[in-house]
């Protein structure tokens, strides 16, 4: 059996979508399966309709203070971190709570566009409704930019997420071509040296297909991208490590030879090779 030593996308109790999901749960998991490291990225969602869907500010000390101390009672390296979804009117208050607590890791997310919710069942369709894919994308990649241009994350989360519940608007399949404004946003990846994660999690939805696809990876990697992470969003610790390891099969395809890890923020550039490892079968 081949396990990737990274996951750096996992939810536990503070998200509201993960409630029974709790970090012994997860270091149990990790112990099984012979995963090396988790970086915890519980939803912060700072304002709007979904503010309480996250930790609230009041719970972070904890969950910071929880997660370190479970850290020295296993072997399984802890890091902590969030998930942020941007807003650009609340750019200061999300660096304020970035500054204020010990992080490791930060990914920052878009699943907010104007009213939409576009990573939702009931959002999603209207957000595409009345136009192209390019024209709906553009928009979307036109905050994505401005949240790699924040300089508050160092990992953007699932590139194209979007995708998730788009077959409720069209039956057609997306082609990269109508990524509208993508390589404006990928230019900035490369101009403000921020990374991308890999998210096994669009293995368990409809298309079957990580975020982002295989295009899009190729894209960054000819611009020169030199951060990218694996995650599989758990929401539940039987997810975690989900698909990593052909994901790191993928990128070693495409051509990369380094997967990120982080610790108090800094980026360690790990020899690709060295992320996947042979267990016994469970």
Do not use: C
Not at 42 to 61: A, C, M, P, V, Y
Not at 199 to 223: C, D, I, K, M, W
Request: charged fraction near 30%.
């Amino acid at each position: 059996m081949r396990v990737a030593r990274f996951d750096y996308h996992v939810h536990e109790s503070y998200s509201a979508d993960a409630r029974e999901s709790r970090v012994e749960h997860y270091i149990e998991a990790a112990e099984r399966l012979n995963i090396d490291e988790i970086a915890f990225t519980t939803h912060q969602i700072i304002s709007g309709k979904d503010s309480n869907f996250g930790i609230q500010l009041n719970e972070i000390s904890d969950y910071v203070e929880n997660i370190k101390n479970l850290d020295e009672r296993t072997k399984v390296k802890l890091l902590v971190g969030l998930e942020i979804d941007y807003f650009k009117e609340s750019e200061k208050e999300l660096e304020a709570i970035i500054e204020e607590y010990p992080f490791d890791f930060i990914l920052g997310s878009t699943h907010f566009i104007g009213n939409y919710d576009i990573g939702s069942r009931q959002d999603s369709p209207s957000f595409f409704k009345g136009r192209s894919v390019k024209e709906a994308t553009s928009e979307y990649f036109e905050v994505w930019r401005m949240a790699i241009e924040s300089g508050l994350f160092d990992i953007m989360a699932h590139p194209d997420y979007w995708r998730r519940f788009f077959y409720l608007h069209s039956e057609k399949p997306i082609n990269f071509s109508e990524y509208g404004r993508v390589n404006e946003a990928i230019d900035s990846l490369i101009s403000y040296d921020i990374g991308i994660e890999i998210n096994s999690s669009g293995r368990r939805h409809e298309y079957g297909v990580q975020y982002p696809t295989r295009e899009f990876l190729e894209a960054v990697y000819s611009a020169g991208l030199k951060k990218i992470t694996i995650g599989s969003d758990s929401h539940k610790p039987e997810h975690l490590g989900y698909w990593l390891a052909e994901a790191v099969d993928l990128l070693s395809d495409i051509g990369f030879k380094y997967v990120s890890s982080f610790k108090n923020r800094k980026n360690k550039s790990n020899p690709i090779k060295t992320v996947v490892k042979k267990v016994k079968n469970m």
